[in-house]
Protein backbone atom coordinates (compact mmCIF):
# COMPACT_ATOMS: atom_id res chain seq x y z
CA UNK A 1 0.00 0.00 0.00
CA UNK A 2 1.24 3.39 -0.86
CA UNK A 3 0.03 6.95 0.54
CA UNK A 4 -2.13 7.39 -3.14
CA UNK A 5 -3.55 4.12 -3.21
CA UNK A 6 -4.63 5.02 0.40
CA UNK A 7 -6.14 8.17 -0.35
CA UNK A 8 -8.21 6.78 -3.26
CA UNK A 9 -9.91 4.63 -0.67
CA UNK A 10 -10.27 7.49 1.95
CA UNK A 11 -10.88 10.51 0.31
CA UNK A 12 -14.53 10.57 0.15
CA UNK A 13 -15.23 9.47 3.53
CA UNK A 14 -15.76 10.83 7.12
CA UNK A 15 -14.63 10.10 10.15
CA UNK A 16 -15.83 10.95 13.67
CA UNK A 17 -12.22 10.53 15.76
CA UNK A 18 -13.03 9.84 19.61
CA UNK A 19 -9.74 9.83 21.97
CA UNK A 20 -9.87 11.43 25.23
CA UNK A 21 -5.91 12.58 25.90
CA UNK A 22 -6.75 15.99 23.75
CA UNK A 23 -3.01 16.47 22.67
CA UNK A 24 -2.74 12.45 21.30
CA UNK A 25 -6.51 13.55 19.27
CA UNK A 26 -5.00 16.81 17.86
CA UNK A 27 -1.99 14.97 16.49
CA UNK A 28 -4.18 11.48 15.01
CA UNK A 29 -6.77 14.80 13.75
CA UNK A 30 -3.92 16.36 11.84
CA UNK A 31 -3.25 13.14 10.13
CA UNK A 32 -6.46 12.06 9.33
CA UNK A 33 -7.33 15.35 7.54
CA UNK A 34 -4.69 14.50 5.43
CA UNK A 35 -6.75 11.34 4.11
CA UNK A 36 -10.70 11.76 4.95
CA UNK A 37 -12.76 14.34 3.40
CA UNK A 38 -14.59 14.69 6.92
CA UNK A 39 -13.13 14.60 10.29
CA UNK A 40 -14.61 15.29 13.54
CA UNK A 41 -13.14 14.94 16.85
CA UNK A 42 -14.90 13.73 20.51
CA UNK A 43 -13.67 13.57 23.83
CA UNK A 44 -14.89 10.55 25.64
CA UNK A 45 -17.91 8.31 24.81
CA UNK A 46 -20.64 10.66 25.23
CA UNK A 47 -19.41 13.02 23.23
CA UNK A 48 -19.04 11.06 20.40
CA UNK A 49 -22.26 9.75 20.70
CA UNK A 50 -24.35 13.35 21.06
CA UNK A 51 -21.74 13.98 17.63
CA UNK A 52 -23.41 10.80 15.69
CA UNK A 53 -26.66 11.71 16.06
CA UNK A 54 -26.45 15.18 15.66
CA UNK A 55 -24.20 14.57 12.25
CA UNK A 56 -27.18 12.26 11.06
CA UNK A 57 -29.86 14.51 12.27
CA UNK A 58 -28.25 17.57 9.99
CA UNK A 59 -26.98 15.42 7.15
CA UNK A 60 -29.13 13.08 7.15
CA UNK A 61 -26.06 10.15 6.38
CA UNK A 62 -23.88 8.64 9.48
CA UNK A 63 -20.16 8.71 9.79
CA UNK A 64 -18.61 5.90 7.11
CA UNK A 65 -16.39 5.49 10.13
CA UNK A 66 -16.07 5.69 14.15
CA UNK A 67 -12.46 5.32 15.43
CA UNK A 68 -11.99 5.22 19.24
CA UNK A 69 -10.14 4.37 22.41
CA UNK A 70 -10.82 1.86 25.01
CA UNK A 71 -10.34 3.54 27.96
CA UNK A 72 -12.23 6.92 28.46
CA UNK A 73 -14.35 8.84 31.18
CA UNK A 74 -18.13 8.89 31.14
CA UNK A 75 -18.55 5.88 28.58
CA UNK A 76 -15.88 3.34 27.36
CA UNK A 77 -15.60 2.21 24.08
CA UNK A 78 -16.93 -1.04 24.52
CA UNK A 79 -20.22 0.64 25.86
CA UNK A 80 -19.79 3.73 22.94
CA UNK A 81 -19.69 0.56 20.05
CA UNK A 82 -22.55 -1.34 21.30
CA UNK A 83 -24.54 2.29 21.60
CA UNK A 84 -23.63 3.08 17.65
CA UNK A 85 -24.68 -0.18 16.82
CA UNK A 86 -28.07 -0.10 18.36
CA UNK A 87 -27.91 3.53 15.99
CA UNK A 88 -26.72 1.46 13.11
CA UNK A 89 -25.91 -2.07 12.66
CA UNK A 90 -23.61 -2.16 10.48
CA UNK A 91 -21.52 1.04 11.25
CA UNK A 92 -17.60 0.46 10.67
CA UNK A 93 -15.49 0.95 13.81
CA UNK A 94 -12.05 0.51 14.63
CA UNK A 95 -11.03 0.56 18.64
CA UNK A 96 -7.48 1.89 19.61
CA UNK A 97 -6.40 -0.69 22.44
CA UNK A 98 -3.32 -1.48 24.26
CA UNK A 99 -1.97 -5.34 24.50
CA UNK A 100 -3.30 -5.53 27.87
CA UNK A 101 -6.81 -4.67 27.63
CA UNK A 102 -8.09 -8.28 26.92
CA UNK A 103 -11.32 -8.35 28.69
CA UNK A 104 -11.73 -5.37 26.43
CA UNK A 105 -11.46 -7.23 23.29
CA UNK A 106 -13.94 -9.93 23.49
CA UNK A 107 -16.16 -7.97 23.96
CA UNK A 108 -15.62 -5.40 20.88
CA UNK A 109 -15.11 -8.94 19.08
CA UNK A 110 -18.03 -10.34 19.78
CA UNK A 111 -19.83 -7.29 19.32
CA UNK A 112 -18.88 -7.19 15.81
CA UNK A 113 -15.85 -4.47 15.80
CA UNK A 114 -12.89 -6.41 12.99
CA UNK A 115 -10.08 -4.30 13.12
CA UNK A 116 -7.97 -2.57 16.13
CA UNK A 117 -4.87 -0.14 16.08
CA UNK A 118 -2.77 -0.73 18.93
CA UNK A 119 -0.99 1.75 21.26
CA UNK A 120 1.35 3.18 21.17
CA UNK A 121 0.23 4.19 17.92
CA UNK A 122 2.48 3.53 15.21
CA UNK A 123 2.05 6.03 12.03
CA UNK A 124 2.68 2.83 9.36
CA UNK A 125 0.49 0.92 11.06
CA UNK A 126 -2.44 2.61 11.76
CA UNK A 127 -2.72 3.81 8.26
CA UNK A 128 -2.76 0.15 6.71
CA UNK A 129 -5.51 -0.66 9.01
CA UNK A 130 -7.57 2.56 7.53
CA UNK A 131 -6.63 1.10 4.55
CA UNK A 132 -8.05 -2.36 4.76
CA UNK A 133 -10.90 -0.78 6.63
CA UNK A 134 -11.91 1.61 4.18
CA UNK A 135 -11.41 -0.97 1.37
CA UNK A 136 -14.26 -2.85 3.31
CA UNK A 137 -16.18 -0.02 3.74
CA UNK A 138 -16.23 0.76 -0.25
CA UNK A 139 -16.67 -3.02 -0.84
CA UNK A 140 -19.50 -3.31 0.67
CA UNK A 141 -22.62 -2.29 -1.90
CA UNK A 142 -21.21 -5.24 -4.04
CA UNK A 143 -21.05 -7.21 -0.76
CA UNK A 144 -24.32 -6.70 0.00
CA UNK A 145 -26.05 -8.09 -3.20
CA UNK A 146 -24.05 -11.83 -3.20
CA UNK A 147 -26.15 -14.58 -1.64
CA UNK A 148 -26.48 -15.60 1.75
CA UNK A 149 -24.47 -18.84 0.99
CA UNK A 150 -21.32 -16.86 -0.16
CA UNK A 151 -18.90 -14.78 2.04
CA UNK A 152 -16.72 -12.16 0.70
CA UNK A 153 -13.12 -12.17 1.84
CA UNK A 154 -11.99 -9.36 -0.22
CA UNK A 155 -13.12 -8.61 -3.56
CA UNK A 156 -11.82 -11.56 -5.33
CA UNK A 157 -11.72 -14.62 -3.20
CA UNK A 158 -14.74 -15.87 -1.64
CA UNK A 159 -16.39 -19.15 0.22
CA UNK A 160 -18.99 -20.87 -1.09
CA UNK A 161 -20.88 -22.32 1.78
CA UNK A 162 -23.11 -24.34 0.49
CA UNK A 163 -20.42 -25.92 -2.14
CA UNK A 164 -17.58 -25.49 0.31
CA UNK A 165 -15.19 -24.30 -1.80
CA UNK A 166 -12.89 -21.52 -1.55
CA UNK A 167 -12.64 -19.46 -4.89
CA UNK A 168 -10.86 -16.72 -6.18
CA UNK A 169 -12.17 -14.95 -9.44
CA UNK A 170 -14.12 -18.00 -10.03
CA UNK A 171 -11.08 -20.12 -9.62
CA UNK A 172 -11.10 -22.94 -7.06
CA UNK A 173 -8.03 -22.53 -4.55
CA UNK A 174 -7.09 -26.32 -3.30
CA UNK A 175 -8.36 -27.41 0.36
CA UNK A 176 -7.36 -30.19 2.05
CA UNK A 177 -9.90 -32.28 4.39
CA UNK A 178 -8.97 -30.64 7.48
CA UNK A 179 -8.49 -27.20 5.88
CA UNK A 180 -12.38 -27.39 4.33
CA UNK A 181 -12.97 -27.83 8.33
CA UNK A 182 -11.43 -25.81 9.44
CA UNK A 183 -13.05 -22.99 7.03
CA UNK A 184 -16.76 -24.32 7.95
CA UNK A 185 -16.15 -23.56 11.77
CA UNK A 186 -14.51 -20.24 11.39
CA UNK A 187 -17.08 -19.20 8.94
CA UNK A 188 -19.94 -19.98 11.64
CA UNK A 189 -18.66 -17.42 13.88
CA UNK A 190 -17.24 -15.11 11.01
CA UNK A 191 -16.22 -11.63 12.03
CA UNK A 192 -15.89 -13.17 15.51
CA UNK A 193 -13.36 -14.90 17.86
CA UNK A 194 -13.92 -18.94 17.65
CA UNK A 195 -11.75 -20.78 20.41
CA UNK A 196 -9.29 -23.12 20.14
CA UNK A 197 -11.44 -25.80 22.11
CA UNK A 198 -14.44 -24.97 19.69
CA UNK A 199 -12.15 -25.81 16.68
CA UNK A 200 -11.06 -28.97 18.45
CA UNK A 201 -14.19 -29.98 19.47
CA UNK A 202 -15.53 -29.56 15.63
CA UNK A 203 -12.70 -32.30 14.45
CA UNK A 204 -13.67 -34.39 17.48
CA UNK A 205 -17.49 -34.56 16.32
CA UNK A 206 -15.71 -35.94 13.00
CA UNK A 207 -13.73 -38.30 14.74
CA UNK A 208 -10.46 -36.29 14.12
CA UNK A 209 -8.06 -35.98 16.91
CA UNK A 210 -5.86 -33.07 16.62
CA UNK A 211 -3.39 -31.53 19.10
CA UNK A 212 -3.44 -27.51 19.69
CA UNK A 213 0.05 -27.51 18.11
CA UNK A 214 -1.27 -29.31 15.15
CA UNK A 215 -4.10 -26.84 14.57
CA UNK A 216 -1.90 -24.10 14.94
CA UNK A 217 0.46 -25.53 11.83
CA UNK A 218 -2.75 -25.61 9.83
CA UNK A 219 -3.70 -22.41 10.42
CA UNK A 220 -0.31 -21.44 9.08
CA UNK A 221 -0.93 -23.48 5.88
CA UNK A 222 -4.30 -22.15 5.39
CA UNK A 223 -3.58 -18.58 6.47
CA UNK A 224 -1.45 -19.23 3.56
CA UNK A 225 -4.09 -19.38 1.03
CA UNK A 226 -6.34 -16.51 1.83
CA UNK A 227 -6.16 -12.69 1.09
CA UNK A 228 -3.96 -10.94 3.74
CA UNK A 229 -5.31 -10.11 6.98
CA UNK A 230 -8.41 -11.85 6.95
CA UNK A 231 -7.24 -14.71 9.04
CA UNK A 232 -6.27 -13.91 12.00
CA UNK A 233 -4.42 -15.49 15.47
CA UNK A 234 -6.03 -13.88 19.09
CA UNK A 235 -3.59 -14.07 21.63
CA UNK A 236 -5.17 -16.48 24.59
CA UNK A 237 -8.46 -16.23 22.87
CA UNK A 238 -8.53 -18.19 19.04
CA UNK A 239 -8.33 -17.16 15.74
CA UNK A 240 -10.98 -15.25 13.49
CA UNK A 241 -11.99 -15.23 10.15
CA UNK A 242 -13.34 -11.71 8.93
CA UNK A 243 -13.28 -9.95 5.19
CA UNK A 244 -11.31 -7.26 4.30
Known amino acids: MNLETMYEQ??????LFVE????????IVEILEEYFHHVDFARDGIDALEKFKHHHGVKNTYYDLVISDIQMPRMDGVQLAAQLYALREDQPIVIISAHTEVEYLIALINLGVAQFITKPIQYQQMLETLY?????INLAPI???QPAHILSL??????????QLLLC???????TKYEIYLMIVLTLKFGQVCSTD???NHFFLHEIDISSESLRGMMMRLRKKLPENTLTS????????SGI
Open 10 to 15: TKHLSV
Open 20 to 27: DDALLGVR
Open 132 to 136: IVALK
Open 143 to 145: KSI
Open 154 to 163: DDQVIWDKEK
Open 169 to 175: DEVSIAL
Open 198 to 200: EIL
Open 234 to 241: IYGLGYRL
